[in-house]
């Protein structure tokens, strides 16, 4: 099936740093989603891209959805302890013909920042 | 806030009982999606909901089952619990193909 590896596993930055992680499919997405997730809570939407080569910024995050749509990439700048949790990239691995897709998510990068 | 709710929080149910687990979703979208998220991984897709049919399934056995209303709120459905089936469920909503927006999730334990 799909998988989606996303790297590093964890980081612990400074406060004030920036941040990169990437994730990448074994085959092409369309769509790729990027979530954070605090503990025992929902994974909340950052940002979303839908065509390849985009770049999208959201504040101080940046994503990119990469040429060969099998990889995209999240860069924070300038972190702070409020970035501390779970990052998921996820998007659709296929279409179901006129109807809505699923998600597969990836193995998340932990991400924790110290002052 | 996304506006996506989830009921309840938290459960504890034994092996062999059943559940059920309500989602609200956001005003205007038609599409629930369920997921499955164990400690320390990512969501696994369970199934998806788009106008009152399931429109898509993962890799859950029959017992994980569902529904969707009128008012596009939906249920989760699980029979025969094992103690794997601790987790916690996400459900999200979505116009059609549109990015998904999760609640924040029912904690269920398995004793």
């Known amino acids: 099936g799909q998988q989606l590896n996303q790297s590093p596993q964890s980081m612990f930055i400074q406060e004030g740093e920036d941040v990169s992680m990437n994730c990448t499919s074994s085959?092409?997405?369309?769509?790729w989603l990027w979530y954070k997730q605090d503990p025992g809570e929902g994974p909340v939407l950052l940002i979303a891209?839908?065509?390849?080569?985009e770049l999208t910024s959201n504040g101080r995050l940046t994503a990119q959805f990469g040429i060969t749509r099998k990889d995209s990439f999240l860069n924070i700048s300038a972190s702070i302890p409020s970035d501390v949790g779970i990052y998921f990239c996820?998007?659709?691995?296929?279409?179901?013909?006129?109807?809505?897709?699923?998600?597969?998510f990836g193995t998340g990068t932990r991400l924790q920042v110290t002052l | 806030e996304t506006g996506v709710t989830q009921s309840p929080t938290h459960l504890i149910k034994t092996r062999g009982q059943q559940v059920t687990l309500r989602c609200s979703s956001q005003?205007?979208?038609?599409?629930v999606s369920w997921y499955q998220q164990a400690l320390g991984q990512g969501p696994q897709f369970i199934f998806q909901?788009?106008?009152?049919?399931?429109?898509g399934r993962g890799n859950f056995p029959p017992r994980f089952s569902g529904l969707q209303f009128p008012n596009y709120s939906s249920e989760l459905n699980v029979n025969a619990l094992e103690l794997d089936d601790s987790a916690l469920y996400l459900c999200?909503?979505?116009?059609?193909?549109?990015?998904?927006?999760f609640g924040p999730g029912t904690r269920l334990t398995v004793l």
């Open positions: 891209l839908y065509k390849a080569g």
């Open positions: 996820a998007g659709p691995p296929y279409i179901l013909t006129g109807t809505a897709s699923k998600l597969t």
């Open positions: 085959s092409i997405f369309n769509t």
């Open positions: 999200a909503s979505s116009i059609g193909l549109q990015s998904q927006y």
């Open positions: 005003s205007g979208h038609n599409t």
């Open positions: 909901y788009y106008r009152e049919e399931e429109n």
